[in-house]
T-cell receptor, first 111, second 113 residues
């Protein structure tokens, strides 16, 4: 079973920041938080991951709370092409450990 | 090259047919994966190959037979499938099994009649 909970759907206005929350209250100290997204009928696309510190790359920012029980993925200026299902996954970095996808959040970016 | 390719994009087969799905990566990754995704559901892991050896089989029926001929190629052989096996089949790769991000291919949309 997935170890995360996410809202099933969210809307965001084009050009505004999209803030996608994820709850992982049972996360262990050596588990990373990963974010993927899946645009309709395409393969999942890696976005970002982190352990404790906030992370930023060209696609998004990842904010992890100090207790690590929740995180937020931020798309700073959402476009229509960001409409997708966003998956938050926690996983320890260890041989044999694999990604378990939950239902994710369906983000709709509206014009 | 950070791409995982899959062929064919679409496949329609009867329940008595034998067909194969192909996946290829040239990133030097040593772990490759097969996932199955039903409509409006998240991907589910089927198989994991590490260094060309099958390391995980998630209790997948034997009508699905994976093969890893070399470090760049992953096949999924299909035989005697059922209509409920219709799904999007996704291939992925990562540097090492259990570490780092996985790169996914575009998938093969399979329909079993």
């Amino acid at each position: 079973d997935a170890k995360t909970t996410q809202p099933p759907s969210m809307d965001c206005a084009e050009g505004r920041a999209a803030n996608l929350p994820c709850n992982h209250s049972t996360i262990s100290g050596n588990e990373y938080v990963y974010w993927y997204r899946q645009i309709h009928s395409q393969g999942p696309q890696y976005i970002i991951h982190g352990l404790k510190n906030n992370e930023t790359n060209e696609m998004a920012s990842l904010i992890i709370t100090e207790d690590r029980k929740s995180s937020t993925l931020i798309l700073p200026h959402a476009t229509l092409r960001d409409t997708a299902v966003y998956y938050c996954i926690v996983r320890v970095a260890h041989y044999g450990q694999n990604f378990v996808f939950g239902p994710g959040t369906r983000l709709s970016v509206l014009p | 090259d950070t791409e995982v390719t899959q062929t064919p994009k679409h496949l329609v087969m009867g329940m008595t047919n034998k067909k194969s799905l192909k996946c290829e990566q040239h990133m030097g990754h040593r772990a490759m994966y097969w996932y199955k995704q039903k409509a409006k559901k998240p991907p589910e892991l089927m198989f994991v190959y590490s260094y060309e050896k099958l390391s995980i089989n998630e209790s997948v029926p034997s009508r699905f037979s994976p093969e890893c001929p070399n470090s760049s190629l992953l096949n999924l052989h299909l035989h005697a499938l059922q209509p409920e096996d219709s799904a999007l089949y996704l291939c992925a790769s990562s540097g090492l099994a259990g570490f780092g991000e996985q790169f996914f291919g575009p998938g093969t949309r399979l329909t079993v009649l």
